[in-house]
Every structure is written in C-alpha cells, then in structure tokens.
Nanobody
Framework: QVQLVESGGGLVQPGGSLRLSCAASGSIFSIYAMGWYRQAPGKQRELVATITSGDSTTYAGSVKGRFTISRDNAKNTVYLQMNSLKPEDTAVYYC?????????WGQGTQVTVSS
C-alpha cells in the first residue's frame, strides 16, 4: 500500500508564494519520477512539473520561471515552490509518483489565488 500526503495549499494574493509538499509512504522500492498536476474547475487535469530520479525536470510553459520542483529522495518527498502566483493558477494540485509497477496519486490540495 502506497500513500501520498500533500500539504501546503491555501489562499494567497496574486503575486504571493506557496510551497506544496507531498510525502510518499508505504511499499516503495523505486521511484522513476515524481510530479505535480492541477485541475481547475471545468478543465482537464494538466501537468505542472515533473522531476525524475536523475533530477531532470520539466515544466508547463505557463509556470516556467515561476514554479520550481524539487525532491528529497531520502524522505520520498517532492516539493513545488510556487512564486508570482496568478489567479489562473487557482486549482486543485495533485502529486504523483511513478514506480516500476504503478502510478500513485495524492488526494489533492486546493490552491486559490485571489485578492
């Protein structure tokens, strides 16, 4: 059984910052990649950022230069530092991990950017 627990979401004003965390626990022997996705109301879930076991990163064009993904392999934890937040960043943010046998998802954390 693998569990992903997200934290760090909340309400922030435009231009503000938030840091999301996602800790994975359970029977995890190897992780290929970890990532963050988001889903806004009425829209499909979209990729925000991913990081591989070799620390190679990818970002959605809309967040490049504002968001930074990082990971702590010893803690099986992935982070998303979000700066210069915009109202269009409002969404439920989900973390995931890709292992040799399956992909696992967190429960989601709400991020609301509003004045």
């Amino acid at each position: 059984q693998v569990q992903l627990v997200e934290s760090g979401g909340g309400l922030v004003q435009p231009g503000g910052s938030l840091r999301l965390s996602c800790a994975a626990s359970g029977s995890i022997f190897s992780i290929y990649a970890m990532g963050w996705y988001r889903q806004a109301p009425g829209k499909q879930r979209e990729l925000v950022a991913t990081i591989t076991s070799g620390d190679s990163t990818t970002y959605a064009g809309s967040v490049k230069g504002r968001f930074t993904i990082s990971r702590d392999n010893a803690k099986n934890t992935v982070y998303l530092q979000m700066n210069s937040l915009k109202p269009e960043d409002t969404a439920v943010y989900y973390c995931n991990i890709v292992t040799p046998t399956a992909t696992f998802w967190g429960q989601g954390t709400q991020v609301t950017v509003s004045s």
